[in-house]
């Protein structure tokens, strides 16, 4: 068990449709991650928050959006889904902002967009 | 962000070494090499990260090349539970971006 939670685990909706995916980072992390992972793809960095502030920017379409709450815990939000949006959405945290700590991964949420 | 290099797939026999090359010719001196892996259908887990010299745990080995050019991730016993994905990550003390790249696919064999 990392210590990183998300939920759902899995979700299923349809095309248009507005989904949300939570993320409960360890305790006292500060920075969150937030990466999507296609069928059979590599992970593709969205978006990075440090103790509630954007820090870094990755593909991540105008439709989503994220946010980091004063809790640490953070919310990726989906909307006007498409077909192609369907994929696991990993989220990771990490103690601080620097480059020399390990980050830990949640079990990701498994989104099917019908 | 500094480049890397792995190859695509590799092979190895349960209990025996495992030497997983990582090319990152472009690393800056501020630096930290991290491994992660990826099991089929779970989220990436830390492996080991270094900066200039050898590192062990429990995991793994990491031996980083003297001019700080490439590095590998060495499995002493490879099981079949180490059958997965592995990233080779340069990460900046000063930032903590976390890129992952194309990744090793590593198969191991009983």
């Known amino acids: 068990d990392s210590g990183v939670t998300q939920t759902p685990k899995h979700l299923i909706t349809a095309t248009g449709q507005r989904v949300t995916l939570r993320c409960s980072p360890r305790s006292g992390d500060l920075s969150v991650y937030w990466y999507q992972q296609s069928l059979d793809q590599g992970l593709q960095f969205l978006i990075q928050?440090?103790?509630?502030?954007?820090?870094a920017k990755g593909n991540i379409l105008e439709r989503f959006s994220a946010q980091q709450f004063p809790d640490l815990h953070s919310e990726l939000n989906l909307s006007s889904l498409e077909l192609g949006d369907s994929a696991l959405y990993f989220c990771?945290?990490?103690?601080?902002?620097?480059?020399?700590?390990?980050?830990?991964f949640g079990q990701g949420t498994r989104l099917t967009v019908v | 962000d500094a480049k890397t290099t792995q190859p695509n797939s590799m092979e190895s026999n349960e209990e025996e070494p495992v030497h997983l090359p990582c090319n990152h010719s472009t690393i800056s001196g501020t630096d930290y090499i991290h491994w992660y892996r990826q099991l089929p259908s779970q989220g990436p887990e830390y492996v080991i990260h270094g900066l200039t010299s050898n590192v062990n745990n429990r995991m793994a080995s990491l031996a980083i090349a003297e001019d700080r050019k490439s590095s590998t991730l060495i499995l002493h016993r490879a099981t079949l539970r180490d059958a997965a994905v592995y990233y080779c990550i340069p990460t900046t003390y000063n930032t903590d971006k976390l890129i992952f790249g194309t990744g090793t696919r590593l198969q191991v064999f009983p």
């Open positions: 990771a945290s990490r103690a601080l902002g620097q480059g020399n700590t390990e980050a830990f």
């Open positions: 928050y440090y103790n509630g502030e954007e820090r």
